[in-house]
């Protein structure tokens, strides 16, 4: 079955730099558009970064020149670098194809002020 295991999160300071990852299974990601979400607490999910299958990256406007999106088909993984964060980047962190399967943990992300 769809499985993804998102790991990288923590506790920055404004400012910060955090490196997100995620590991697929129960499919190969070389024939999916990839994606990474995240839900802020009280706000619905939303999308924050995808990945073709030809690696070409679209950014929700908010992240744009802070967040760098990869894969790594040869891994069956997905990385998520985030630059520069704010504190309204505070959220769990999900990664999913384009179009959501089952959702995963997620990972936590909390940038102080």
């Known amino acids: 079955q769809v499985q993804f295991v998102e790991s990288g999160g923590g506790l920055v300071q404004l400012g910060g730099s955090l490196r997100l990852s995620c590991t697929a299974s129960?499919?190969?990601?070389?024939?999916?558009?990839m994606a990474w979400y995240r839900q802020a607490p009280g706000n619905e999910r939303e999308l924050v970064a995808t990945?073709?299958?030809?690696?070409?990256?679209y950014y929700k406007s908010a992240v744009k020149r802070r967040f760098i999106i990869s894969r790594d088909n040869a891994e069956n993984t997905m990385s998520l670098e985030m630059n520069d964060l704010k504190p309204e980047d505070t959220a769990v962190y999900y990664c999913?194809?384009?179009?959501?399967?089952?959702w995963g943990q997620g990972t936590q992300v909390t940038v102080s002020s």
């Open positions: 129960g499919f190969t990601i070389i024939a999916h558009a």
């Open positions: 999913n194809k384009v179009t959501p399967t089952s």
């Open positions: 990945i073709t299958t030809g690696s070409t990256p």
